[in-house]
């Protein structure tokens, strides 16, 4: 990854996906660029940024679509173009995250794909444009978008649409040689997930039944998106990477699980 520059959106605290995915491509030699959502995280972020020697590159609200053009603008004037992009981003209102999917508003629908889902074909279609020379995208997702789980409701819609749009986006900027992918990772505990209704059961649902019979870190999906931000993975695109410990395979209860 030595001389390849990275754009990581979705970096809140030390316990993100993001920062995982950053952490493993710094290893390799990157250098990167992060953005923040607002003061608050700013003050997070910046530290963090300082560990890997990246650069801040401003606030980034992808509902304020004047953000997102600064953003990119800023990586222009520092480093002229973009090798790849990270983009962990996603926001339904807690609410309702929790009881039945039938009673999802048409307001925080709207908003939950809007964040969740448009936003990566919103960033993608600036960083094309600095991808002169090919590059590769990657977006986080969830086993929430190819079956029913417990309160993840209207997140599974929006993840549902962000699978299918890693799929045209990737026949869209395949003849460009830009590639992309997305990494369905296993349940973490982030700031993301806390709103997510009984999370700890699913945690604790997923440790017991996998076929690793645990569940995965931060920095197991990070080394994954390492790789497909990487050449290593230069002939995959379109695809939706499980890191999840196998859960994605199991079809029935572990019988020798003791009930939750
Ligand atoms: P996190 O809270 O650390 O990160 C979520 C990020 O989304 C934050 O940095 C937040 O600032 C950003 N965000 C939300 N609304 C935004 C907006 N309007 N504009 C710009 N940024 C906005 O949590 P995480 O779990 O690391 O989430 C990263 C991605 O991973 C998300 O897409 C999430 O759905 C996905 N994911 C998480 C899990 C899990 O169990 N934690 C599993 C699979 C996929």
Not at 111 to 130: D, G, H, N, P, V
Request: charged share 20%.
């Amino acid at each position: 990854m030595k001389g390849r520059r990275g754009l990581v959106m979705g970096v809140a605290n030390n316990r993100s996906i993001a920062w995982g995915i950053a952490k493993s491509c710094h290893a390799q030699g990157a250098e990167l660029a992060f953005t923040y959502q607002g003061e608050a995280l700013e003050k997070r972020v910046r530290p963090l940024a300082a560990e890997l020697d990246a650069a801040v590159v401003g606030h980034c609200d992808v509902t304020d679509p004047a953000t997102i053009d600064q953003v990119f603008e800023e990586v222009k004037r520092v480093w002229g173009g973009l090798d790849f992009l990270v983009h962990c981003i996603a926001f339904s209102d807690k609410d309702e995250l929790t009881g039945r999917y039938i009673e999802t508003s048409a307001d925080n629908f709207n908003k939950s794909l809007f964040i969740s889902c448009y936003s990566f074909t919103a960033i993608a279609q600036r960083a094309e444009k600095l991808m002169q020379s090919g590059g590769a995208m990657l977006t986080l997702t969830y086993y929430g978008a190819e079956k029913w789980m417990p309160h993840y409701n209207v997140m599974g819609v929006a993840k549902a649409a962000l699978e299918a749009s890693v799929r045209y986006l990737a026949a869209d900027l395949g003849p460009t040689g830009i590639r992309v992918n997305a990494v369905s990772a296993g349940p973490i505990k982030t700031l993301a997930a806390s709103g997510i209704g009984d999370f700890r059961y699913i945690l604790k649902w997923n440790e017991l039944n996998s076929p690793l019979r645990r569940t995965v870190t931060i920095d197991e999906v990070g080394d994954v998106g390492m790789y497909l931000v990487s050449d290593l993975s230069r002939g995959v695109t379109g695809e939706i990477h499980h890191v999840d410990a196998g859960y994605h395979v199991v079809g029935m209860k572990n019988p020798d699980a003791p009930d939750l």
